[in-house]
């Protein structure tokens, strides 16, 4: 298969959970996929700086318990998708590379977003949406960033995954989940209008301790579900050679 090479923005402001989100989900999805046994896909670090940042940051959470510092986080980050041939023997194992996804934070409001991506990721801290009034400005300048980017786009089609951060800090109800769709749907309602493919996560990153040891783990949950959702709208994995429902692996898509 041919290969290929994606850009994906990253959209939020700054402490809005960009980094620890896309380390969770690259750690989550790697796992998922992992389930599919032989025969299937595989994710990776594509270059010596992710896998770096990514061991380290992983390294800092279990011992420390302390979030990565924004200050450790590469420019960029590069994932891998490959194929994982297995023939009969399981020393005959080969793998074919599909296609690599870099993930580059997009400064808001910035005037003139950058075409070149396949697709985003817009982050909203879903507990100061739905409590802290002074976060509508913020907000506001999402809004009138992904504006600009739709208005730019016209008739191509970009997929926007929106990813609630924080959402750990909150009860997630169905009263606090259709709060906070009600709060983001000028977003919403914006991407229907102008026909881009979307969808919205919830994301709880919470650090937890492991009781009577010093050791902590970060409660991924589903996060790989934005990641799989967007690396499958933009390089779609369920059709030959490939054979991956994204939506059955993740179940609750
Ligand atoms: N409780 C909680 N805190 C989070 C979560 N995601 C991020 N944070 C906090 O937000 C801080 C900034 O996150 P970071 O990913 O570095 O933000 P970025 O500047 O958008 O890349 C972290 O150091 C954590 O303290 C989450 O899902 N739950
Ligand atoms: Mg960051």
Redesign the pocket.
Known sequence: MQEFSYRIHLIGH?GVG??VFSLAAYTRAREVLRTLGRNSLGLSCADPQTKEFVDASTYLMRHSGCYPA?TM?PDSLCFQLYNLHSNASFWAEKTIHLCNFTFQ?LPIAQGDPMLSAAGSCIFVDAPALLNKPTYQNRFFTILHTIQLFTDLLQESKHSFAIVLTKCDLLELTSECRRALRNALSPLTSMLERSNQPHRTFYSSLALGAVPNTESHFLLIGDSASALLWLFDQIHPLNRPPLKVNIPALLGAL
């Open positions: 700054p960009k980094t924004s986080r934070d």
